[in-house]
T-cell receptor, first 114, second 117 residues
Framework: AQSVTQLGSHVSVSEGALVLLRCNYS??????LFWYVQYPNQGLQLLLK??????LVKGINGFEAEFKKSETSFHLTKPSAHMSDAAEYFC????????????FGAGTRLFVKA | AAGVIQSPRHLIKEKRETATLKCYPIPRHDTVYWYQQGPGQDPQFLISFYEKMQSDKGSIPDRFSAQQFSDYHSELNMSSLELGDSALYFC????????????????FGPGTRLTVL
């Protein structure tokens, strides 16, 4: 069965510093992986997705993620954090086990310090 | 571009009351999903519909039911509300445009925050 694990429920970085949010997946088949961002009291916004094409995926707002099969990872990065990046980030995988649905990780809250 | 619309945005109910949440998918999207996000938790899949038929079912309580109408909007009906039903309820829509189903991008609405007192 597919699942995702996000390492670190909270990450704090300084403005301008590198952002690294970790996600590891478990899947018996080639996975389709997603990163979503959720700002306070708002819905989920798709940042980027991996669907077995290029392993380095570029998303919105300067974020990107690299699919590494050998490490079963799909970490999200951004070279330089901005205050507006402060939000909750969810890694997700779609699965067709027990019905087609999206399974989310527990989420990582990103804090950006001035 | 049009997005997923959910109404109401906020809803306050008493225990044992009923609630109906509405979702209007992006035009030409044929699939609707419902998720429940409890406080400080990740979204949990409840149920989905494809072309007005129930497609998949997740951890949806028997007290809840949902349907998709001919105009593709969906309603989530919740009866005998309990305190634990207080959560943010998201609707998402996608288009099965002929590709692999796993690649369908789900576009989420802003959610309905349900508070049960």
């Amino acid at each position: 069965a597919q699942s995702v694990t996000q390492l670190g429920s909270h990450v704090s970085v300084s403005e301008g510093a590198l952002v690294l949010l970790r996600c590891n997946y478990s899947s018996s088949v080639p996975p389709y992986l997603f990163w979503y961002v959720q700002y306070p009291n708002q819905g989920l916004q798709l940042l980027l997705k991996y669907t077995s094409a290029a392993t380095l995926v570029k998303g919105i707002n300067g974020f990107e993620a690299e699919f590494k099969k050998s490490e079963t990872s799909f970490h999200l990065t951004k070279p330089s954090a901005h205050m507006s990046d402060a939000a909750e980030y969810f890694c997700a995988v779609t699965t067709n086990t027990g019905g087609f649905k999206t399974i989310f990780g527990a989420g990582t809250r990103l804090f950006v310090k001035a | 571009a049009a997005g997923v619309i959910q109404s109401p945005r906020h809803l306050i109910k008493e225990k044992r009351e009923t609630a109906t949440l509405k979702c209007y998918p992006i035009p030409r999207h044929d699939t609707v999903y419902w998720y429940q996000q409890g406080p400080g938790q990740d979204p949990q899949f409840l149920i989905s519909f494809y072309e007005k038929m129930q497609s998949d079912k997740g951890s949806i309580p028997d007290r809840f039911s949902a349907q998709q109408f001919s105009d593709y909007h969906s309603e989530l009906n919740m009866s005998s509300l309990e305190l634990g039903d207080s959560a943010l309820y998201f609707c998402a829509s996608s288009s099965s445009s002929g590709g692999s189903r796993g690649t369908d991008t789900q576009y989420f609405g802003p959610g309905t925050r349900l508070t049960v007192l």
